[in-house]
């Protein structure tokens, strides 16, 4: 991680203005007065204190990010307007905000803005320029700032105006959730200490096959679980009944599994089951061997005594990659195998054992639903940008802010 720019690489910030990227795209509904109000203030909380270091180092901190897709149009149902006092009450700083992100007139209000003063820019996406990272919308954002920081790691795997076109132009650095969340994913991906397990689970194999293809040549145990474990255990001559499962990925299964093989990477599968006819809370259930299911019956969680073979495994490992629930975790009582494993994670984590790593939506769910969340060493709430970078795919709006591409402009 020394090759990127922190905010301290910067230096003297004093009434430098600054273009902070952050991922604003937050849970919102409107309430009985019609107003947008947030319904989950994660993100914000997450870039508050970047703005709140910018802001103490004297800097005019300029916030800057989309909303939505409004699909290049000025949609105000999609406006950052509403943000601007969640934004204050989590900096405890005041927070104004302007009605565009690029102009004359944008520019103006900056430049007369006090040295530690904080601006909300409207949502970037307003513009169709953005998303296809325009050269000349990027120099228009970049006319707003002297430095540019990112702290958007949901936001990295686009090659946008606002995350890439305008870090090409002004030195750049990541700020400090950004810098947490890359050091997290290196310590857990990039350069772990084996042994490596990988825990993937979730419905189906086809939304995660990049995932799975890549994780089998660097992790030493990956851990199917969920829905797709039925496919691999279907391309084992396994009858999984009722079940999830996609069959014509059978020799796609079959292929990953060779390559683990060759890459001396163990497959985990259930040997047990938690089975029932219908996809319902507290449903009839049983627990049953993988070799045992009817034709009418569902494998909604993996078995007991394939969670305890889990967590046997984790007692092993140093670093553990989580995506994806081992069942169908949101109706009881097929959250259990997940629980179980999650807890004994949390655990390995709290006595120094393991680095624990996990992202993606419902993996957060989870997690939080296993009571756990705070044990992890690291939980991502970024969803597509967590999944590229599983599969080992380089995030362009993380690219641009190496070393090499830093202060090369004509600033
Ligand atoms: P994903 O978004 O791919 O991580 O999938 C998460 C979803 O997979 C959750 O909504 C789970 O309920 C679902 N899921 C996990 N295991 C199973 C299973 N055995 N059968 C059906 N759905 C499952």
Redesign the pocket.
């Known amino acids: 991680m020394t090759k990127f720019k922190n905010i301290k690489n910067l230096g003297a910030l004093a009434g430098k203005r600054v273009l902070l990227r952050a991922d604003l795209n937050v849970p919102m509904k409107v309430n009985e007065d019609g107003e947008r109000v947030v319904t989950d203030d994660t993100r914000i909380l997450s870039v508050a204190p970047t703005i709140k270091a910018l802001s103490e180092k004297g800097a005019r901190v300029i916030v800057l990010s989309h909303f939505g897709r409004p699909q290049g149009q000025r949609d105000m149902s999609l406006s950052l307007e509403p943000l601007g006092q969640p934004l204050a009450n989590a900096t405890k700083l005041p927070v104004s905000y302007i009605d565009d992100c690029i102009g004359d007139e944008v520019v103006e209000v900056i430049d007369a803005l006090e040295d530690g003063a904080v601006l909300l820019l409207e949502n970037v996406r307003f513009y169709k320029e953005e998303t296809r990272n325009d050269p000349e919308f990027s120099a228009a954002l970049a006319r707003n700032a002297d430095f540019f920081v990112n702290d958007a790691f949901s936001c990295c795997h686009r090659a946008h105006a606002s995350t890439v076109g305008v870090a090409e132009i002004l030195p750049s650095a990541a700020g400090l959730a950004l810098e947490k969340e890359l050091v997290a994913l290196e310590s857990a991906l990039g350069n772990p200490a084996h042994p490596l397990a990988a825990l993937v ?4 194999v086809s ?2 096959l990049d995932v799975l293809t890549h994780l089998v040549e660097k992790v030493d145990h990956l851990i199917i ?6 496919t691999f255990l279907a391309a084992q001559g396994v009858d999984v009944g009722a ?2 499962c996609e069959h014509d990925l059978a020799e796609t299964a079959k292929k990953i599994m060779n390559n683990a093989a060759a890459n001396d990477c163990v497959i985990h599968l259930p040997t047990d089951v938690v089975v029932a006819k219908e ?1 319902a809370a507290n449903a009839e259930n049983r627990t049953i061997s993988v070799n045992d299911v009817a034709e009418d019956e ?4 993996v078995g007991p005594e394939s969670a305890a073979n889990v967590s046997a495994e984790l007692e092993n490992c140093k670093t553990l990659i989580w ?9 009881e009582p097929f959250d259990a195998a997940t629980v179980t494993v999650a807890k004994k994670a949390g655990e390995l984590t709290e006595k120094g054992t393991l680095v624990s790593v996990a992202g ?4 957060v769910a989870a997690l939080n639903h296993a009571g756990v969340a705070a044990q992890f060493s690291h939980i991502s709430t970024a969803g597509g940008a967590f999944l590229e970078w599983m599969e080992g795919k380089r995030l362009p709006g993380v690219e641009v802010l190496l070393a090499d591409h830093l202060f090369k402009s004509t600033y």
């Open positions: 689970g979730g419905a189906k939304t995660k679980g969920g829905g797709m474990a039925n079940s999830l996809f569902m494998i909604l969680d995506n994806g629930p081992m069942g169908a975790f949101e109706i993606g939506g419902d993996t």
